[in-house]
């Protein structure tokens, strides 16, 4: 079964301290993994698109990775304004309904 | 440019009641599809329509239904509502089936079912 399994579920961090949230999934071929930034009581935002292992997208102060069974959102000096819930998705390349599979999400939030 | 447009922003149904959520994609989106998001998990596939078709359907019940109109704009409804079906109903517009690259999602529609 394809899955996808996002950690940690929260993170902590002081302004400026940086870390990385991980995205494992399980899927039988990838055509995609996706990763969307999700602010309360709003629609997922689009932030990066990764398709082979060893791709990497960088995007201001987050930085994306992806192996064949994990892919990482390095964020680098983060600011107060970058907390928000960190979605990752990924679409299997034998899903006939082209679905995205979602993890739960990592809420991060970094203090000023 | 517009973005993805739903309404209501919320709503609040009694159990048995039926509700509509719309939807308008961006301009030049061919492609909608639907999504429940439960407090604190991830969005759940519930349809995909192409050119006025259904291209996909998550595992959800027949109370479940959408369609697409010639102007590309969707209504997702659902039947027989049940407190469980109380989610943040998402609209994600893209330019095709196949691929999410340029998917973008609407604020969504805040269902509470009491």
């Known amino acids: 079964e394809d899955q996808v399994t996002q950690s940690p579920e929260a993170l902590r961090l002081q302004e400026g301290e940086s870390s990385s949230l991980n995205c494992s999934y399980t899927?039988?071929?990838?055509?995609?993994l996706f990763w969307y930034r999700q602010d309360p009581g709003k629609g997922p935002e689009f932030l990066f698109t990764?398709?082979?292992?060893?791709e990497e997208k960088e995007k201001e102060r987050l930085k994306a990775t992806l192996t064949k069974k994990e892919s990482f959102l390095h964020i680098t000096a983060p600011k107060p304004e970058d907390s928000a819930t960190y979605l990752c998705?990924?679409?299997?390349?034998?899903?006939?309904?082209?679905?995205?599979?979602w993890g739960a999400g990592t809420k991060l939030i970094i203090k000023p | 440019d517009a973005g993805v447009t739903q309404s209501p922003t919320h709503l609040i149904k009694t159990r048995g009641q039926h509700v509509t959520l719309r939807c308008s994609p961006i301009?030049?989106?061919?492609?909608v599809s639907w999504y429940q998001q439960v407090l604190g998990q991830g969005p759940q596939f519930i349809f995909q329509?192409?050119?006025?078709?259904?291209?996909g359907r998550g595992n959800f019940p027949d109370r479940f239904s959408a369609r697409q109109f010639p102007n590309y704009s969707s209504e997702l409804n659902v039947n027989a509502l049940l407190l469980g079906d109380s989610a943040l109903y998402l609209c994600?517009?893209?330019?095709?089936?196949?691929?999410?690259?340029?998917?973008?999602f609407g604020q969504g529609t805040r269902l509470t079912v009491v």
């Open positions: 990764l398709y082979s292992a060893g």
């Open positions: 301009s030049g989106h061919k492609s």
């Open positions: 994600a517009s893209s330019l095709s089936a196949q691929s999410y690259t340029e998917a973008f």
């Open positions: 329509y192409y050119e006025k078709e259904e291209r």
């Open positions: 899927v039988s071929g990838l055509r995609g």
């Open positions: 998705a990924v679409q299997a390349a034998g899903d006939s309904n082209y679905q995205l599979i």
